[in-house]
């Protein structure tokens, strides 16, 4: 089973990607996380996504779907892939069409995460993780113990994103209202689309998903 997680940032698409590459075997394909290891490692592609996505704006169609048909061919994708974050605008959602028809795969549901844009100011400008295991922490809502230990690990060093900032969460939302909420109603009117509220609880959006799979 391939679905696409549908969502602005800070919906909750890493968190529920997460949770069913651990229950359900899936492969999670992100190009947020493809994006900035290329970032991290400085390749051709990160040299031009770093400034871009610090700007909270869409990296080029052209690079974002060149990385992702170049996924598309290793062995894992068997196992169902989890789209996190692609595709993000008309022409990505085209190319995902075809490159989906050309590897014979098929696109069984797309998941549409809904949440108030407020909210995921909050969520996302508080986010930080732990450096050691990648565990999520939140300035308000979910913090390290107080001795500012990760209680999943025992490490004592945290990252924030660059662009998980108030002001770039808010560039990015305006992205997404400009380019991505439209693929709502294209995928709506391919009989794929299922909504989700993403303002439940974390296990109870897990169950939803799940549920719109036919899992649950
Ligand atoms: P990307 O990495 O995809 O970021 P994003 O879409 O902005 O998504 P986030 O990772 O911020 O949020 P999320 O929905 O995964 O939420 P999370 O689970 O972490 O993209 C980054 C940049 O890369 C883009 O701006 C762009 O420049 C570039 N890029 C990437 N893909 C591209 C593409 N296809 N085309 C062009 N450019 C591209 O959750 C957020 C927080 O909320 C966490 O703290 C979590 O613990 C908490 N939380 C989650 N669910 C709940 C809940 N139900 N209740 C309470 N808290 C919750
Ligand atoms: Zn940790």
Redesign the pocket.
């Known amino acids: 089973m391939n679905i696409i997680l549908l969502?602005?940032?800070?919906?909750?698409?890493?968190?529920?990607?997460r949770m069913l590459v651990e229950r359900d075997g899936m492969v999670q394909l992100?190009?947020?996380?493809m994006?900035?290891a290329a970032v991290a490692a400085g390749t051709e592609v990160g040299q031009k996504?770093k400034a871009?996505?610090e700007a909270?704006?869409?990296?080029?169609?052209d690079i974002?779907i060149g990385v992702v048909s170049e996924r598309l061919d290793a062995p894992d994708v068997s196992q169902g892939v989890i789209f996190?974050?692609?595709?993000?605008?008309a022409a990505?959602a085209e190319a995902l069409d075809g490159l989906l028809a050309e590897k014979g795969l098929t696109l069984d549901a797309v998941v549409s995460?809904e949440v108030d844009d407020e909210l995921l100011v909050d969520?996302?400008s508080?986010?930080y993780t732990c450096a050691g295991c990648g565990e999520?922490?939140?300035d308000r809502?979910?913090k390290p113990t107080a001795e500012g230990v990760c209680d999943k690990c025992g490490g004592t060093e945290f990252k924030r994103r660059p662009?998980?900032n108030a002001e770039t969460v808010r560039a990015?939302l305006g992205?997404y209202h400009a380019e991505t909420a439209p693929l709502i109603a294209y995928y709506q009117q391919a009989g794929k689309l299922k909504s989700v509220d993403?303002?439940?609880?974390?296990d109870d959006?897990f169950a939803q998903i799940r549920k719109a799979m036919g899992l649950g």
């Open positions: 969502g602005p940032p800070g919906a909750g698409k890493g968190t529920q990607a992100s190009t947020g996380d994006l900035r996504a871009v996505m909270g704006e869409l990296v080029s169609d974002v996190d974050g692609f595709p993000r605008t990505q995460m969520r996302v508080g986010r999520g922490y939140h809502h979910k662009d998980d990015r992205a993403g303002m439940a609880e974390i959006v």
